[in-house]
């Protein structure tokens, strides 16, 4: 199987978050199965690290909760994310290039959730004002914004950009025929 996702390829905590999506006005979720797990492992490239496993998707059900609440300024997203990041830790070592950061989690079910919430913890640093959810109404994706001016409003403008575009210019054409 496919992903079916309309966005793919964010920075990991959002990638995760984008596994909820509308379609057509329904809502969706790829984690809503073991083969939904195996799809989104596939794509995000942690298949031959992270096993697609029940333990494996309720952590990352509890990851994508703690991303959620941040992403809406829910109050309890912090603590929510912090949960998540107490299942691991990152073990500095030498590496033939210089240092490096080694991820590590007590359990490997917990691996790809805590990936997760230390990338939010990164994109944070980073530039929290690129993360941004999608302007469409119906949309309820999030991307990192990398244009060069930080003025991307739409998950895809081939997808929310056109229709929202479409719907402005029909909105037009109808006040001028009345």
Sequence with gaps: MTDPRPLRGEPLPLDLANTRWNERGAP????????????????????????????????????????????????????????????????????PDGPVDVPETGDAA????????DGYLRLLERAPDRIKACAHPGCVLHFFDTSKNGTRRWCSMAGCGNRSKASRHYARRRRTAN
């Design 110 to 117: 917990w691996y790809a959730a805590w990936l997760a919430a």
């Design 28 to 95: 969706r979720d790829l984690l809503d199965s073991l083969d939904g797990l195996d799809i989104w492992l596939r794509a995000t490239g942690l298949a031959g690290t992270v096993a697609a496993t029940r333990p494996a998707l309720e952590a990352l059900h509890q990851a994508r909760a703690a991303v959620h609440a941040l992403l809406a300024g829910e109050p309890g997203g912090r603590e929510l994310l912090n949960d998540v990041l107490r299942h691991g830790r990152v073990r500095r070592e030498l590496g």
